[in-house]
């Protein structure tokens, strides 16, 4: 096998990124400065290194702990819990959350054979702590798929046994978007989780 093909074969592994993407990616790559390729490969020489998740929340991090829970100034009462360490960035851009995050490694999908124990669910049990622990609210925070919300579901019969608050992050319409083009599951939970002016 050639190195380009090697490469295109490397490539197609990531998610999103099909045959002609690689290609094109490779080749792109190829044409360019080789010092660009060159800086590519050490980055990610350095991220096979030195980037591990974080043993309190499963974040990626090149620290014995992640940015998030070595910050003495989060909320400690509060955990978000997300499928993947990608969405904790999403909701960190957001500016509006300043708690913990946890992240589970995926969503319960029997059909591809992931049940509660692929997920990192005894790891946030064990955050919780006893009765009258530091945490007292869980945001499940994974997404609105068929999976996300079995995971969320399963999660909150988990959660039952502890004395935390449990809530789901709110569904609805997004902001600048139009009624005539959203979808009737959409309408359903916006009007289902509708709240005062």
Do not use: W
Request: hydrophobic content about 40%.
């Amino acid at each position: 096998m050639s190195p380009i093909e090697n490469l295109t074969g490397e490539l197609r592994k990531l998610p999103g990124v099909g045959a002609k993407t690689a290609l094109r990616l490779a080749y792109h790559l190829v044409k360019g400065p080789k010092d660009n390729l060159r800086r590519l490969a050490r980055s990610l020489d350095l991220v096979a290194d030195r980037v591990h998740p974080c043993p309190t929340c499963g974040n990626y991090c090149d620290a014995d702990l992640c940015s998030i829970c070595g910050d003495p100034a989060r909320d400690q009462e509060v955990i978000c819990v997300v499928e993947e360490a990608y969405e904790v960035g999403a909701i960190e851009r957001a500016g509006r959350y300043g708690g913990l995050f946890h992240v589970l490694g995926g969503r319960l999908s029997p059909l591809d054979g992931i049940g509660p124990d692929e997920l990192a669910i005894g790891a946030l049990v064990k955050r919780l702590g006893g009765a009258g622990g530091p945490v007292k609210e869980v945001i499940l925070a994974t997404n609105a798929s068929v999976e996300g919300e079995a995971t969320a579901v399963y999660l909150e019969g988990v959660l039952r046994a502890y004395p935390v608050r449990v809530t789901r992050l709110a569904r609805g319409i997004p902001v600048g978007s139009d009624l005539e083009y959203i979808d009737g599951t959409t309408i359903a939970e916006a009007l289902a989780g509708r709240r005062e002016m």
